[in-house]
C-alpha cells in the first residue's frame, strides 16, 4: 500500500462512527495490520495503534483478542518500543543547553515514548471494562508485552541522571510525564489481573505465564525500590496478592527465594531508611514538618513488609526450608539497628516508640507462625559464637521473645525447641547471653512492666533476662522438666561467671515456686555432686555458692533432713559443709551441726599433723580450715571457748612451719594460707606476739616473691582487721615495719582489683588502729599518698562518658573474641589427633568473625585518630599490618584460583 492509499485510508476511517466500525472490521482489520506491520515512521505507527486499539479493539470478541489482534499488534509495538527507547539513549548522550535541535529531537522521542505508553493503558482499560473473568489463554500476549515495556521506562528513568548526562533539567517534565504515564499502565495491568480467571482446569501454558508475570513484576520490585513508596508498595501487594490468590497452582512453580529475598531486602531497606530520617531529626531537633511525614510514611512501609511477610511466609511455609537462614538474618539486621543494640543510632525515644509499635509490633506474628517449622528451629539454635559482635544481643533479645511464646505453643512445638538437633533452646539462650558481655558490663537497659497495671520501666539487661527465664520456668510443662533441669546444671558448670550466675538465680526461682520437696530434691542431689566430684575445681565452688543459696529456702524439717543425710561429724561430708552458710539453719540446728563440724574438721587437721605432713596430702585439710571457717561465720565470738581455744591451737602449729618459698611454688600450700588468713581475722585479738611474729614476717617474705593476686587479696582481708589489734611492745620493731611495707607494696599494686581492695583495707586499718604513727609509714610516696587521700575524701576521678565507655566495651569484645579464638587454636594444636578423624575446613561464619574483628579493629584505629595524634610508631605498625594483610589477600586470590582450576 503507497503512502498516498494510507493515508487516505485514515482519513476515511477517522470519519467512522461505531457501527459502521463493526460492520467493516473483517476486511479493514487485516489492511490495517498490514499497514501496521510495514510502517516504520513513529508517528504514522502510533496513529495506526490508536485506531486500533480505540475503533477497532472494541468490536472483537474476547475469545479472538488473542488469535486475532494482540499476537500480530504487540511484537511489533515492541520493536516500535525498543527502537525509541533504542535512539533516546543515544541522543541523550549529546544533548547540551545550546543543542536546540538534539533538545528537541530529545522531547519529540519522549513525547512518542508517553503517546505509545497512553495507547497502551487504554489497552489494557478496555479489557477492564468487559465486566467478566477474563480466561488468560485470550490476552496472553498482553501481560508479557506490557511488563517488558513498564520495567524498561521505569530503568530508564531510574538511571535517567546518567543517561542526561546531567542535563536533565532539559527535558524533566516530560520525564515526568513518562513515569506517571508508565504508573498509570502498571496500575491499569493490576486492575486487569484481578479479573484474570486462572482455575484448576487451567493449563500448564497458563501456569507458566502467570508464573512469568510475578516474577517479572518482581524484577520491576528491585527497580523502582527507591523511586516511589506508594509505587513500590503496590507493586509488592500484586504480587503477594496474585501468589496468595492462585496459592494451590503456583506453590510449586514459583521462585519463592526471589520473592522472600526480595522482601527481606525491601524490608531492611525501608527500615534503615526511618532509622536515617529518625537520625537526622534528631541531630537536627526538629520534631515536625515534611521530614517528620515522610518518617512516619517510611515507617508505615515497613509495617507493610512486615505484613506480607506474615501473609507470605503463612501460605507458602513449606516450601521456605532453605531460607530460614534470611528470616533469623532479617530479625538479628533489624535488632542490631535498634535501641539497645550498641550499634544503632541515636534517635528520639518517640521516633523509637512509633518504629516499634508500628513496625516491629507488626513483625512479631512471623516468629509465632515460624516457631512449629523445624528448619527455623535448627537455624536459630545452631552455634551462634561467630556472630558478628552486634548481632550477639539481637540473637539474645530473639530468643527470649520465642521463649515468651513457647508457653502457649502445644506440647509437640514446646519438645522440638526443647530437643534441638545441636542445642536445645535453654542452652542456645544461656549461650547467646554469654556472648553478651559488653551489653551487660555497661548495661543496656530494656522496658518492662514489673507489676500489673503498672507502666513499662527500664531494666537491664541481666534483671530482663532473669525475668523472662523465671516466667518460662514457671510455665514449663511437666514433660519438659528433664531438659530444663539438664540445661540449668549445664549452664551453672559453664565457664562463664554471668551466666553461671543467671542459671542459680533462676535455679533458686524454681525452687522458690515449685514445691519443698522439689527444693529439698534439688538440694541433694547438688550436694552428692559436690560430694562425688573428684577433685577441686571451679565446678564445685559455683555448685556450692548454688547448694549455699538453695539450702535458704529448704524447709526446716527438710534441713534437718539435709543434715542426717550428711552427717557433720562424718569426714566425708565435710566437702559439703565447706560450702553451705549455717545461718540458713534452724539456731539449734546450727548449734549442733556447727560443734560436730568443729569436732570432725579439728580431727582433720591433727591426723595431717601427726603424719608426716606431705604437701600432696594438704587438699583434706584445705576441707577442714574451710568448714572452721564456716562454723566461725556463723558463732563469730558465741562459739564456745573450749573450741576457739582448739582452733587456736591448731593454727598457731601451722604457722610454726610455713616457708615463704613453698607458699609460693605450691598452690596447695597458697590456699591453706589464704583459709589461715581468713581463720585469724576472727582471732584477731586473741593472737601472741609469737604468732603475730610469726604472720608478718611470712607475709613480708612472701610479697617479695611476687605472690598471685588471691594470696595478696587475702593478706589485704587480714590487714584490714589488723586495726583491732594491740601489737605487743616486744615485737613493735620488727611488726611495725612488716605492716608499714606490706600496706606500701599492696597500694602500689598496678593491678585495679589489688589496687581498689588495697584502699579499702587501709582506710579500715586507719580508722581502727590505735598505733596511729603506722598510717603516715605505709605512704612511702606522694602518688600513693594523693590516691589515699582522695579515696578518702571519696574525690571522683576522671568519669568516662557514655560514648567513650560504649567505644572501649566494642574493642574490649574483640580483644576478648581475638584472645578466645587464639586459646581454642592452641587448644586444638596441642591435643592428641584422633584416628581417622576427619579434617573440617573453617566454615564460613569463622571466616566473617574474623574478618570482622578486623574490620572493627581498623574502626577503633579511625576512631582514636580523630581524637588525637597518633605516635611514631603507629604508622610503621599500619605499614607491617598493610603487608601481612597483602599476602593474606594474595593466598586468598591463589586459593581460589586453584579451586577454580580443579573445578575446569
Given at each position: 500500500?503507497?503512502?498516498?492509499?494510507?493515508?487516505?485510508?485514515?482519513?476515511?476511517?477517522?470519519?467512522?462512527?461505531?457501527?459502521?466500525?463493526?460492520?467493516?472490521?473483517?476486511?479493514?482489520?487485516?489492511?490495517?495490520?498490514?499497514?501496521?506491520?510495514?510502517?516504520?515512521?513513529?508517528?504514522?505507527?502510533?496513529?495506526?495503534?490508536?485506531?486500533?486499539?480505540?475503533?477497532?479493539?472494541?468490536?472483537?470478541?474476547?475469545?479472538?483478542?488473542?488469535?486475532?489482534?494482540?499476537?500480530?499488534?504487540?511484537?511489533?509495538?515492541?520493536?516500535?518500543?525498543?527502537?525509541?527507547?533504542?535512539?533516546?539513549?543515544?541522543?541523550?548522550?549529546?544533548?547540551?543547553?545550546?543543542?536546540?535541535?538534539?533538545?528537541?529531537?530529545?522531547?519529540?522521542?519522549?513525547?512518542?515514548?508517553?503517546?505509545?505508553?497512553?495507547?497502551?493503558?487504554?489497552?489494557?482499560?478496555?479489557?477492564?471494562?468487559?465486566?467478566?473473568?477474563?480466561?488468560?489463554?485470550?490476552?496472553?500476549?498482553?501481560?508479557?508485552?506490557?511488563?517488558?515495556?513498564?520495567?524498561?521506562?521505569?530503568?530508564?528513568?531510574?538511571?535517567?541522571?546518567?543517561?542526561?548526562?546531567?542535563?536533565?533539567?532539559?527535558?524533566?517534565?516530560?520525564?515526568?510525564?513518562?513515569?506517571?504515564?508508565?504508573?498509570?499502565?502498571?496500575?491499569?495491568?493490576?486492575?486487569?489481573?484481578?479479573?484474570?480467571?486462572?482455575?484448576?482446569?487451567?493449563?500448564?501454558?497458563?501456569?507458566?505465564?502467570?508464573?512469568?508475570?510475578?516474577?517479572?513484576?518482581?524484577?520491576?520490585?528491585?527497580?523502582?525500590?527507591?523511586?516511589?513508596?506508594?509505587?513500590?508498595?503496590?507493586?509488592?501487594?500484586?504480587?503477594?496478592?496474585?501468589?496468595?490468590?492462585?496459592?494451590?497452582?503456583?506453590?510449586?512453580?514459583?521462585?519463592?527465594?526471589?520473592?522472600?529475598?526480595?522482601?527481606?531486602?525491601?524490608?531492611?531497606?525501608?527500615?534503615?531508611?526511618?532509622?536515617?530520617?529518625?537520625?537526622?531529626?534528631?541531630?537536627?531537633?526538629?520534631?515536625?514538618?515534611?521530614?517528620?511525614?515522610?518518617?512516619?510514611?517510611?515507617?508505615?512501609?515497613?509495617?507493610?513488609?512486615?505484613?506480607?511477610?506474615?501473609?507470605?511466609?503463612?501460605?507458602?511455609?513449606?516450601?521456605?526450608?532453605?531460607?530460614?537462614?534470611?528470616?533469623?538474618?532479617?530479625?538479628?539486621?533489624?535488632?542490631?539497628?535498634?535501641?539497645?543494640?550498641?550499634?544503632?543510632?541515636?534517635?528520639?525515644?518517640?521516633?523509637?516508640?512509633?518504629?516499634?509499635?508500628?513496625?516491629?509490633?507488626?513483625?512479631?506474628?512471623?516468629?509465632?507462625?515460624?516457631?512449629?517449622?523445624?528448619?527455623?528451629?535448627?537455624?536459630?539454635?545452631?552455634?551462634?559464637?561467630?556472630?558478628?559482635?552486634?548481632?550477639?544481643?539481637?540473637?539474645?533479645?530473639?530468643?527470649?521473645?520465642?521463649?515468651?511464646?513457647?508457653?502457649?505453643?502445644?506440647?509437640?512445638?514446646?519438645?522440638?525447641?526443647?530437643?534441638?538437633?545441636?542445642?536445645?533452646?535453654?542452652s542456645a539462650l544461656f549461650q547467646s547471653f554469654q556472648q553478651c558481655s559488653a551489653e551487660l558490663s555497661l548495661?543496656?537497659?530494656?522496658?518492662?512492666?514489673?507489676?500489673?497495671?503498672?507502666?513499662?520501666?527500664?531494666?537491664?539487661?541481666?534483671?530482663?533476662?532473669?525475668?523472662?527465664?523465671?516466667?518460662?520456668?514457671?510455665?514449663?510443662?511437666?514433660?519438659?522438666?528433664?531438659?530444663?533441669?539438664?540445661?540449668?546444671?549445664?549452664?551453672?558448670?559453664?565457664?562463664?561467671?554471668?551466666?553461671?550466675?543467671?542459671?542459680?538465680?533462676?535455679?533458686?526461682?524454681?525452687?522458690?515456686?515449685?514445691?519443698?520437696?522439689?527444693?529439698?530434691?534439688?538440694?541433694?542431689?547438688?550436694?552428692?555432686?559436690?560430694?562425688?566430684?573428684p577433685n577441686e575445681c571451679y565446678q564445685v565452688s559455683v555448685l556450692g555458692v548454688l547448694l549455699k543459696r538453695?539450702?535458704?529456702?529448704?524447709?526446716?524439717?527438710?534441713?534437718?533432713?539435709?543434715?542426717?543425710?550428711?552427717?557433720?561429724?562424718?569426714?566425708?561430708?565435710?566437702?559439703?559443709?565447706?560450702?553451705?552458710?549455717?545461718?540458713?539453719?534452724?539456731?539449734?540446728?546450727?548449734?549442733?551441726?556447727?560443734?560436730?563440724?568443729?569436732?570432725?574438721?579439728?580431727?582433720?587437721?591433727?591426723?595431717?599433723?601427726?603424719?608426716?605432713?606431705?604437701?600432696?596430702?594438704?587438699?583434706?585439710?584445705?576441707?577442714?580450715?574451710?568448714?572452721?571457717?564456716?562454723?566461725?561465720?556463723?558463732?563469730?565470738?558465741?562459739?564456745?571457748?573450749?573450741?576457739?581455744?582448739?582452733?587456736?591451737?591448731?593454727?598457731?602449729?601451722?604457722?610454726?612451719?610455713?616457708?615463704?618459698?613453698?607458699?609460693?611454688?605450691?598452690?596447695?600450700?597458697?590456699?591453706?594460707?589464704?583459709?589461715?588468713?581468713?581463720?585469724?581475722?576472727?582471732?584477731?585479738?586473741?593472737?601472741?606476739?609469737?604468732?603475730?611474729?610469726?604472720?608478718?614476717?611470712?607475709?613480708?617474705?612472701?610479697?617479695?616473691?611476687?605472690?598471685?593476686?588471691?594470696?595478696?587479696?587475702?593478706?589485704?582481708?587480714?590487714?584490714?582487721?589488723?586495726?583491732?589489734?594491740?601489737?605487743?611492745?616486744?615485737?613493735?620493731?620488727?611488726?611495725?615495719?612488716?605492716?608499714?611495707?606490706?600496706?606500701?607494696?599492696?597500694?602500689?599494686?598496678?593491678?585495679?582489683?589489688?589496687?581498689?581492695?588495697?584502699?579499702?583495707?587501709?582506710?579500715?586499718?586507719?580508722?581502727?588502729?590505735?598505733?596511729?604513727?603506722?598510717?603516715?609509714?605505709?605512704?612511702?610516696?606522694?602518688?600513693?599518698?594523693?590516691?589515699?587521700?582522695?579515696?578518702?575524701?571519696?574525690?571522683?576521678?576522671?568519669?568516662?562518658?557514655?560514648?567513650?565507655?560504649?567505644?572501649?566495651?566494642?574493642?574490649?569484645?574483640?580483644?576478648?573474641?581475638?584472645?578466645?579464638?587464639?586459646?581454642?587454636?592452641?587448644?586444638?594444636?596441642?591435643?592428641?589427633?584422633?584416628?581417622?578423624?576427619?579434617?573440617?575446613?573453617?566454615?564460613?561464619?569463622?571466616?566473617?568473625?574474623?574478618?570482622?574483628?578486623?574490620?572493627?579493629?581498623?574502626?577503633?584505629?579511625?576512631?582514636?585518630?580523630?581524637?588525637?595524634?597518633?605516635?611514631?610508631?603507629?604508622?610503621?605498625?599500619?605499614?607491617?599490618?598493610?603487608?601481612?594483610?597483602?599476602?593474606?589477600?594474595?593466598?586468598?586470590?591463589?586459593?581460589?584460583?586453584?579451586?577454580?582450576?580443579?573445578?575446569?
Amino acid at each position: 500500500m503507497s503512502q498516498t492509499d494510507l493515508e487516505l485510508l485514515l482519513r476515511e476511517l477517522g470519519g467512522w462512527d461505531w457501527e459502521l466500525c463493526r460492520r467493516e472490521l473483517p476486511a479493514v482489520l487485516p489492511r490495517l495490520l498490514s499497514m501496521y506491520q510495514e510502517s516504520e515512521d513513529w508517528t504514522e505507527h502510533i496513529r495506526v495503534l490508536r485506531i486500533l486499539t480505540e475503533m477497532f479493539l472494541p468490536h472483537i470478541s474476547l475469545g479472538d483478542l488473542e488469535q486475532t489482534f494482540f499476537s500480530k499488534v504487540l511484537p511489533k509495538t515492541l520493536q516500535l518500543y525498543d527502537k525509541l527507547m533504542y535512539e533516546l539513549s543515544s541522543e541523550a548522550k549529546g544533548l547540551t543547553g545550546q543543542n536546540t535541535e538534539l533538545r528537541s529531537t530529545v522531547r519529540n522521542l519522549l513525547q512518542t515514548i508517553v503517546q505509545l505508553l497512553e495507547t497502551l493503558t487504554s489497552c489494557v482499560r478496555y479489557i477492564c471494562t468487559l465486566q467478566e473473568c477474563v480466561p488468560l489463554d485470550s490476552i496472553r500476549t498482553l501481560p508479557s508485552s506490557v511488563l517488558y515495556v513498564i520495567k524498561s521506562t521505569f530503568t530508564h528513568c531510574k538511571d535517567s541522571e546518567s543517561v542526561y548526562c546531567g542535563h536533565l533539567h532539559l527535558i524533566s517534565d516530560l520525564l515526568q510525564a513518562v513515569f506517571k504515564e508508565t504508573y498509570s499502565l502498571q496500575k491499569q495491568l493490576m486492575e486487569l489481573f484481578d479479573q484474570i480467571s486462572v482455575g484448576p482446569a487451567s493449563t500448564e501454558d497458563d501456569i507458566t505465564d502467570m508464573v512469568s508475570v510475578i516474577h517479572t513484576v518482581l524484577e520491576i520490585c528491585s527497580v523502582i525500590s527507591n523511586m516511589d513508596h506508594a509505587l513500590h508498595a503496590n507493586t509488592w501487594k500484586f504480587i503477594i496478592k496474585q501468589s496468595l490468590k492462585h496459592h494451590a497452582l503456583l506453590q510449586c512453580h514459583l521462585k519463592h527465594s526471589d520473592i522472600l529475598s526480595g522482601l527481606c531486602k525491601d524490608t531492611l531497606l525501608s527500615f534503615h531508611s526511618s532509622l536515617q530520617l529518625a537520625e537526622e531529626m534528631k541531630m537536627s531537633d526538629i520534631q515536625d514538618g515534611a521530614d517528620l511525614r515522610l518518617f512516619q510514611k517510611t515507617v508505615k512501609l515497613c509495617r507493610f513488609f512486615a505484613n506480607s511477610l506474615v501473609y507470605y511466609t503463612k501460605e507458602f511455609l513449606p516450601f521456605l526450608s532453605d531460607l530460614c537462614s534470611q528470616l533469623h538474618q532479617l530479625f538479628l539486621q533489624i535488632y542490631s539497628k535498634f535501641p539497645p543494640s550498641l550499634y544503632a543510632p541515636v534517635i528520639s525515644e518517640v521516633h523509637q516508640d512509633e518504629i516499634s509499635r508500628v513496625f516491629l509490633v507488626a513483625l512479631d506474628p512471623l516468629i509465632s507462625q515460624l516457631l512449629p517449622f523445624s528448619p527455623f528451629m535448627e537455624q536459630v539454635l545452631r552455634d551462634t559464637s561467630g556472630l558478628p559482635a552486634e548481632q550477639q544481643l539481637p540473637q539474645c533479645l530473639l530468643l527470649i521473645t520465642i521463649m515468651d511464646k513457647l508457653s502457649s505453643q502445644p506440647e509437640e512445638v514446646q519438645t522440638l525447641w526443647n530437643t534441638g538437633k545441636r542445642l536445645s533452646f535453654l542452652s542456645a539462650l544461656f549461650q547467646s547471653f554469654q556472648q553478651c558481655s559488653a551489653e551487660l558490663s555497661l548495661p543496656v537497659c530494656l522496658p518492662e512492666v514489673i507489676g500489673t497495671g503498672q507502666p513499662a520501666v527500664p531494666i537491664t539487661l541481666y534483671h530482663y533476662v532473669c525475668v523472662h527465664l523465671c516466667s518460662f520456668i514457671a510455665s514449663t510443662l511437666p514433660s519438659q522438666f528433664p531438659h530444663l533441669e539438664y540445661a540449668l546444671l549445664d549452664a551453672v558448670l559453664g565457664s562463664s561467671m554471668i551466666t553461671s550466675l543467671l542459671a542459680m538465680d533462676s535455679w533458686c526461682f524454681l525452687a522458690r515456686y515449685g514445691t519443698a520437696e522439689l527444693c529439698a530434691h534439688h538440694c541433694v542431689v547438688i550436694a552428692h555432686l559436690i560430694k562425688s566430684w573428684p577433685n577441686e575445681c571451679y565446678q564445685v565452688s559455683v555448685l556450692g555458692v548454688l547448694l549455699k543459696r538453695m539450702l535458704f529456702l529448704m524447709a526446716p524439717d527438710h534441713q534437718v533432713e539435709f543434715a542426717h543425710k550428711f552427717l557433720p561429724e562424718e569426714v566425708e561430708n565435710l566437702a559439703v559443709w565447706q560450702h553451705v552458710s549455717l545461718r540458713a539453719l534452724s539456731p539449734d540446728l546450727g548449734k549442733r551441726v556447727v560443734r560436730e563440724l568443729c569436732m570432725a574438721a579439728l580431727a582433720q587437721c591433727r591426723r595431717w599433723l601427726n603424719s608426716r605432713r606431705a604437701w600432696g596430702e594438704l587438699q583434706p585439710v584445705n576441707v577442714a580450715f574451710s568448714v572452721l571457717l564456716v562454723a566461725c561465720n556463723f558463732s563469730g565470738d558465741a562459739l564456745e571457748a573450749e573450741l576457739q581455744a582448739s582452733i587456736l591451737g591448731v593454727l598457731g602449729q601451722f604457722w610454726t612451719f610455713l616457708q615463704a618459698k613453698q607458699v609460693s611454688d605450691e598452690p596447695r600450700l597458697q590456699q591453706t594460707l589464704c583459709l589461715l588468713l581468713h581463720l585469724l581475722e576472727f582471732f584477731i585479738q586473741a593472737l601472741d606476739a609469737q604468732l603475730i611474729s610469726q604472720v608478718f614476717s611470712l607475709l613480708s617474705s612472701l610479697l617479695r616473691l611476687d605472690p598471685p593476686d588471691h594470696i595478696r587479696l587475702a593478706m589485704l582481708d587480714f590487714l584490714s582487721s589488723v586495726g583491732k589489734v594491740f601489737i605487743p611492745q616486744e615485737v613493735q620493731r620488727q611488726v611495725v615495719p612488716q605492716l608499714s611495707c606490706s600496706f606500701a607494696s599492696l597500694l602500689a599494686d598496678q593491678t585495679w582489683l589489688i589496687h581498689q581492695r588495697a584502699l579499702e583495707a587501709f582506710r579500715h586499718f586507719a580508722e581502727e588502729t590505735i598505733h596511729e604513727d603506722v598510717v603516715p609509714q605505709c605512704l612511702n610516696s606522694e602518688e600513693i599518698k594523693n590516691k589515699v587521700v582522695n579515696f578518702m575524701a571519696k574525690v571522683r576521678q576522671g568519669e568516662e562518658t557514655t560514648e567513650a565507655r560504649i567505644e572501649r566495651l566494642k574493642q574490649e569484645r574483640i580483644t576478648c573474641d581475638a584472645h578466645f579464638m587464639k586459646m581454642a587454636r592452641e587448644l586444638e594444636s596441642t591435643g592428641e589427633p584422633l584416628a581417622k578423624r576427619a579434617c573440617h575446613p573453617p566454615s564460613e561464619e569463622q571466616y566473617k568473625s574474623a574478618v570482622g574483628t578486623m574490620e572493627g579493629a581498623v574502626e577503633a584505629v579511625k576512631l582514636l585518630l580523630q581524637k588525637g595524634s597518633p605516635p611514631a610508631w603507629v604508622a610503621v605498625k599500619l605499614e607491617a599490618l598493610h603487608t601481612a594483610i597483602t599476602i593474606l589477600r594474595d593466598s586468598v586470590r591463589k586459593q581460589l584460583l586453584s579451586c577454580c582450576t580443579l573445578a575446569l
